[in-house]
């Protein structure tokens, strides 16, 4: 945390003494903050002045090395060592959106835009920095992973009841099925023709009386 706020306040000094360089090498944005690792920032760097020979971004203060270097004469991308798959070029010159990805604790930094022109008549290498962007990168909140932990398992617990109740209603319906469908129906009919049998029974014996003389 102090080497953050030791940056912040040396990259306002740094924009304040730097300020009178006007418009002329633009970079924006000048402060980013990420919530999380593992996200990407974007650096726009733009200027009017022609005939230069190449574009360097670099870091300025917790590790001063050359993140990216872009030849205009012989259109090469350098991408330093740490930086490796990680850096994607957008424009052309002299506008470019350099996008910076997957990034970590460690890349917390201010980054710069450094425009180099070649003067042939006396032979000098002139260097044009701008402000640079100030990019923060902080770790997740334990107290946020621990929420969403905890919701993902009340989802997840939620899920788990529904199937099981459901599974329940399905057991159950099968077993009041196979319990009452197996039984044999009432059938009266069988009944009916057995007292109909009794009866023609009755019918046959037919009672016989004397003749009187």
């Known amino acids: 945390m102090k080497t953050v706020l030791w940056m912040c306040f040396a990259w306002g ?3 304040w003494v730097h300020s009178e360089e006007g418009p002329t090498f633009s970079q924006t944005p ?3 903050s ?3 690792e593992n996200s990407s920032a974007e650096i726009h760097c733009v200027t009017s002045v022609k005939g230069l020979d190449g574009l360097y971004l670099k870091r300025r203060y917790a590790k001063k090395i050359d993140v990216l270097y872009l030849s205009f ?3 090469k991308e350098t991408v330093g060592d740490l930086y490796k798959n990680r850096i994607t070029i957008k424009g052309q010159c002299c506008d470019f959106v350099i996008i910076l990805s997957q990034l970590t604790v460690s890349d917390s930094d201010v980054y710069y835009c450094s425009w180099n022109h070649l ?4 032979t000098q290498l002139k260097t044009f920095n701008s402000n640079g962007t100030l990019i923060i990168v902080k770790e997740e909140d334990p107290m946020e992973s621990c929420r969403k ?3 993902t398992n009340q989802i997840l617990f939620i899920i788990s009841v529904t199937v099981g109740v459901t599974l329940l209603s399905i057991f159950i319906c099968v077993l009041v099925w196979f319990c009452t469908g197996k039984k044999k129906s009432y ?3 069988k ?3 057995k007292r109909k049998h009794i009866c023609l029974q009755h019918q046959g014996q037919e009672k016989t009386y004397p003749l009187k003389c």
């Open 13 to 15: 000094v740094f924009s």
């Open 30 to 32: 000048k402060f980013i």
């Open 34 to 36: 990420l919530q999380k």
């Open 73 to 75: 004469d012989f259109l």
């Open 119 to 122: 003067d042939l008549s006396s």
């Open 149 to 151: 932990r905890k919701k």
């Open 187 to 189: 059938k009266p009919a």
């Open 191 to 193: 009944i009916n023709q």
